[in-house]
């Protein structure tokens, strides 16, 4: 698997993703319509828009120490991460993982893993000690996914941006 970062200058200035790369990450998106509609984050999950996925991105990437991640294997683009140096609530001093979303053709496969991997040791090498993350409530399946990989729960209180019912997770990454 080979992790780019999706260079914060390409949506900068209202310059826009060129358009194959922005028609991958729309279809990363729409590939998973039941994380869409737990969600909410999309008007209608069954037919997600280029234009929604550029302005969904650019919403990550206006916040201080976002970066996005792109997950490659074989060519193809098979997962997403966006990962905060700090979370936006001053409170929070410790870097989080804001999503993680792998295709739904490419589930089971390690992808996730290797990529949240990524994350984990990128913050890691700069000498954090733990790495925080939300999980939706009403999303078990993340929740155990999160879990198998040692994130603990800490808290439970909704989302700063949509107001959802998360549960916190903490990793030690010492």
Do not use: F, K, P
């Given at each position: 698997m080979i992790v780019e970062a999706l260079v914060p200058k390409a949506l900068e200035d209202g310059a826009s993703l060129p358009g194959a790369l922005l028609t991958e990450i729309t279809a990363l998106y729409a590939s998973d319509e039941g994380f869409q509609q737990l969600s909410g984050e999309f008007p209608d999950p069954s037919d997600i828009l280029p234009?929604?996925?550029a302005t969904a991105l650019a919403?990550?990437?206006?916040r201080p120490t976002a970066e996005i991640l792109l997950a490659r294997s074989e060519g193809r683009l098979v997962a997403l991460a966006v990962i905060l140096g700090r979370h936006p609530d001053p409170?929070?001093?410790e870097p989080w993982l804001g999503l993680l979303m792998v295709h739904a053709d490419e589930r089971r496969a390690g992808?996730?893993?290797r990529l949240a991997a990524y994350a984990e040791d990128r913050f890691?090498?700069?000498g954090r000690t733990g790495l925080r993350l939300?999980?939706?409530e009403n999303n078990p399946k993340a929740l155990a996914f999160w879990t198998?990989?040692?994130y603990e729960e800490t808290d439970r209180r909704p989302d700063l941006t949509h107001g959802r019912p998360c549960v916190i997770m903490r990793k030690s990454l010492r």
């Open positions: 234009e929604q996925v919403d990550e990437l206006a409170a929070e001093t992808h996730g893993r890691r090498a700069e939300a999980v939706l198998s990989l040692g």
